[in-house]
């Protein structure tokens, strides 16, 4: 195993906004990227191969549903999760920590670790931190993510409690980590509370994991409170590690997020808003549903070069959509996922050209139409 | 248009097996050919790209599905079937006169035509030959098929009084039909009955059309009796004309049939099968459920060139299946795909190599194993 694995490099900056690479023992990823979600072990509906072609290079898949279904030694057996899900680039799972939190009556937390009960047929599990990291161990992504405690945003009381477990376990996890063919990177929690946030990243920089995300965001609290502790978390944050932002996965929030010193985001948003047959576009939402799509010659977006765009029309996928047959979601799906990994794509060529600040004004402008097409 | 259009060539032949080709407006197709089926202008989760790169050259669309959703005039408004599902090569529709009678106690049936209720929304429609030639012109298929009348192939007098119709209806249908870039094609109706079968024949053959189905087999009577039925088509219908066989699909059936001078094929089968979690294999068909494939790191079969076993195990789609996602319909749809295309693609080779005879032999000898691996 190399030594430059899971090193981070700086190629070119505007601002904070930074791009560079993340090296990983399944291949090198150009930062900022969007990583698409791959829940159990597939993107929903969109082979490897589209994937690839897509210009993905990073997938993350669920810690939390690979364990119940089909179990993370059942995918150890089997050679791994990338032979499992034939994903031969570099993966990230996560704790399975957000999935559990979200349980809601279903889990209970003590210092300890969390008990909880499968959404799939009702028994009874335990997370601890040695657990998750043998889950994800297990599973053989080349990033996993400690397990830690979510809690709301703007619950301040709660935040305190949750902050001192997540940095107990933590420590738990970086102990238990056996791997060096895999990266595991810290969560920064606290809420929107810049002091929280504060103690939380110079808990996790003190333990120094190759990688920090920003957690709890995107859950509730307002944009001016989420750019708050980006801001906080990029002067805090070591320059020379990559930065995570768990769960985010709009266009605009990439341009204020990459902003502010983001190099990892991953989101369900591009396939979820497919299954329920809307489309990303430069001009918003557009529902592919619409019965004025019907006679539409147009693609869903005209100059866009992903494969659903080039070979079929708004009223064809529209059909699809009515009909639920499945090549309407995979068409979307394509579709969506390509346009934000082409987002990505453009603002890291921004970054390099010195013209990211001139994207991102165009871009945020456009999408404000947010016109329902 | 090329008056080369519509014409068939043979090429070689193995006793009453021939290959050859049949030249449409949207390409030749290399006989005996396998069409997939597209009733709602979609192979079932196959992508268009997907179709050709396994091989398949000719895609059959049903004319009821199409007509009531999304209707022939929006298709002709959005440029024809060809262009509105993305497919450039040769298609074929049906008459929807299978569809219809399929219908049972909610269609009423004259000499004029057929009333019915779409199963959509129970609004009342009608189809005469006139209709049906027009709508089949608004999709605007290579190959269209005459309205026929389908009855139970083991009722004598309800299939006198059917064939009554077929006939009127099949001389209606060539009245009415226009299009010169369009092929219609006569149904030789008749049960199991030589005697129908040959009157049949001999009305149609007199009417002259550039291609010949054989129409009401695979509804229920035995092996035997179909075999019986194309023994005595391949005797009566023309040499220089193509020979279609109507919803059969299996690998067994095309070996059978292929023997009986039969060139074109289509069945819902192998998209069907793998949406209930089944594949063909050389060994009889696999329930990719099956709770024994679940650490099985094979492909569904060894040594299968198609996407699904190149790069997936049984195990990984066999989760795919279990947890419903779309990914598993597609690869095993791919897979079913692969293997009917691929079987055809060997009958064609083998009757220019003069080695048919003893392909059949092996093939039938293996798929009579069926076992449940």
């Known amino acids: 195993m190399s030594n430059n694995f899971f090193t981070y490099e700086k190629f070119a900056q505007v601002g904070r906004a930074r791009a560079g690479v993340f090296r990983t023992p399944h291949g090198d990823i150009p930062t900022p990227v969007f990583a698409p979600v791959g829940t159990a072990a ?59 939190f979200s349980l809601q009556d279903l889990r209970k937390v003590d210092d300890d670790g969390v008990t909880f009960r499968s959404h799939l047929d009702g028994s009874t599990h335990r997370f601890t931190p040695e657990k998750v990291m043998s889950i994800e161990e297990n599973l053989g992504a080349d990033i996993a993510m400690v397990l830690d405690e979510c809690a709301p945003p703007t619950q301040r009381e709660y935040n305190e409690q949750a902050l001192r477990r997540t940095h107990l376990w933590a420590e738990r996890c970086q102990k238990a980590h056996t791997r060096s063919d895999q990266a595991l990177f810290g969560i920064v929690q606290g809420g929107v509370f810049p002091d929280l946030r504060e103690q939380s990243a110079r808990f996790l920089i003190d333990l120094d994991f190759p990688g920090y995300a920003v957690g709890g965001l995107a859950v509730g609290e307002t944009k001016e409170q ?148």
């Open 42 to 100: 597939t993107v929903k509906g969109v082979p490897p191969r589209d994937l690839k072609e897509l210009g993905a290079t990073l997938v993350l898949s669920n810690t939390y549903h690979l364990y119940l279904r089909p179990g993370d030694e059942l995918i150890a057996c089997m050679g791994g999760l990338h032979q499992f899900m034939g994903w031969a680039g570099p993966l990230l799972t996560d704790s399975g920590g957000f999935q559990v």
């Open 226 to 373: 989420m750019h708050t502790v980006l801001d906080l978390t990029d002067q805090l944050l070591p320059e020379n590690k990559p930065r995570y932002l768990m769960g985010v996965g709009t266009a605009e929030d990439f341009f204020e997020a990459v902003s502010r010193g983001i190099d990892i985001f991953d989101c369900v948003l591009p396939t979820r808003l497919a299954r329920h047959g809307a489309a990303f576009t430069h001009s918003g939402r557009m529902n592919l549903r619409n019965l004025s799509l019907s006679e539409d010659k147009r693609p869903i977006e005209e100059g866009c070069p992903c494969y659903a765009c080039q070979h079929f029309t708004r009223g064809y996928i529209r059909h699809l959509m009515v009909s639920k047959e499945i090549l309407g979601l995979y068409l979307a799906s394509i579709h969506n996922l390509h346009f934000l990994l082409d987002t990505m794509r453009q603002i890291r060529e921004s970054i390099f050209a010195g013209t990211f600040e001139a994207l991102k004004a165009e871009m945020l402008a456009l999408l404000k139409l947010k016109s329902e097409k």
